[in-house]
């Protein structure tokens, strides 16, 4: 059964800094595996999408990566801002599983 | 626009009640997902259509649950004789090879 860990459950950092969150998953035969963001009481937006193929995806000051034998993905915010305050969701499909989340890191970034 | 539109937003209602909730892909997609996602976890499968056929349901669904997707295009989610316990946000997705989409969820709130 896919396990999903997010690391920190929480984030809290100033304007302009770089970060990363971290997501593990147990099994390694994914499919693919996705960011998600989520702003408080809203539904779900997604970010990146990374093939089990792929090392890697970028959009804009987001940068994903995927290292499927390690079991690790990693989401690296540039220049952070206070606009990027939310909860970041990871979340991974194994075969014909449904996807799988993670329980989220939620992120604070003070002007 | 999430490309899902569920209804309604918000539902309040007392226990014991019966709710139904509706989720409207904007265009039509084969597989259709509900997740259920309690404060600060991240969603959880609950079920999946295939068109019109429910294939999987989730331990997560007792039996005061049921989901229906008559024409395999919008599908509803019914709760009978809700508890306390209930009380989340219902979350509807498309999504296949390309990644998840995400409708803005169904907050329900059991008093």
């Known amino acids: 059964k896919q396990e999903v860990t997010q690391i920190p459950a929480a984030l809290s950092v100033p304007e302009g800094e770089n970060l990363v969150l971290n997501c593990s998953f147990t099994?390694?035969?994914?499919?693919?595996l996705q960011w998600f963001r989520q702003d408080p009481g809203k539904g779900l937006t997604s970010l990146l999408l990374?093939?089990?193929?792929?090392r890697e995806q970028t959009s804009g000051r987001l940068n994903a990566s995927l290292d499927k034998s390690s079991g690790r993905s990693t989401l690296y915010i540039a220049a952070s801002q206070p606009g990027d305050s939310a909860t970041y969701l990871c979340?991974?499909?194994?075969?014909?599983?449904?996807?799988?989340f993670g329980k989220g890191t939620r992120l604070s970034v003070i002007a | 626009d999430t490309g899902v539109s569920q209804n309604p937003r918000h539902k309040i209602t007392k226990r014991g009640q019966n709710v139904t909730f509706r989720c409207d892909p904007i265009?039509?997609?084969?597989?259709l997902y509900w997740y259920r996602q309690t404060l600060g976890q991240g969603p959880e499968f609950l079920t999946y259509?295939?068109?019109?056929?429910?294939?999987?349901k989730s331990r997560l669904l007792s039996d005061r649950f049921s989901a229906e997707r008559p024409k395999g295009s919008f599908s509803t989610l019914e709760i009978q004789r809700t508890e306390q316990g209930d009380s989340a946000m219902y979350l509807c997705?498309?999504?296949?090879?390309?990644?998840?989409?995400f409708g803005s969820g169904t907050r329900l709130t059991v008093v």
């Open positions: 265009s039509e997609h084969n597989r």
């Open positions: 997705a498309y999504g296949g090879s390309y990644g998840y989409t």
């Open positions: 979340a991974v499909k194994t075969g014909n599983t449904p996807l799988v």
């Open positions: 099994d390694s035969a994914i499919y693919n």
């Open positions: 259509f295939q068109n019109e056929a429910q294939l999987e």
């Open positions: 990374i093939q089990s193929s792929q």
